[in-house]
């Protein structure tokens, strides 16, 4: 199930903001994923990882009002899965990828997290 896939995604990207090494972790995160929920969550994360910097990017400036210093790590992770979706993953919806995105913001960060990830991602999508 791609939910479950963009789950393990979320926590092997948090887990890497504080925490250079590796160790096998997505290997770990990841076993008991179906070969085809492996695929897609092994080509989900390289998207987030290969343009994550263009992503920084986008949410600086998407965040105008807001230090990007202070958006949650937990948002941060759900909107980098949410804009690689959006950009890369032609045959996800865009609303479903704005929908998973906040439903990772949901149950991994505050309560309000969820209309900040919406409105960034609602607004990324319209130039992609």
């Not at 890497?16 to 076993?31: H, I, K, M, P, Y």
């Not at 492996?38 to 343009?51: H, M, R």
């Not at 990007?68 to 979706?85: H, P, Q, V």
């Not at 890369?88 to 900040?116: G, H, M």
């Amino acid at each position: 199930m791609r939910s479950v896939a963009r789950e393990i995604v979320f926590q092997y990207v948090f887990a890497r903001l504080f925490n250079q090494s590796d160790e096998g972790l997505f290997d770990v995160l990841a076993r008991n994923l179906s070969a085809d929920d492996k695929k897609f969550a092994v080509s989900l994360l390289n998207a987030v990882t290969d343009n994550e910097t263009e992503f920084s990017g986008e949410l600086q400036n998407l965040s105008e009002n807001f230090r990007f210093e202070r958006i949650f790590a937990a948002d941060r992770c759900a909107i980098y899965i949410g804009m690689a979706e959006l950009k890369l993953f032609k045959d996800t919806p865009k609303i479903v990828a704005i929908d998973e995105a906040v439903k990772l913001s949901a149950k991994f960060s505050s309560e309000k997290s969820t209309d900040y990830v919406n409105g960034i991602l609602a607004e990324y999508s319209k130039s992609v």
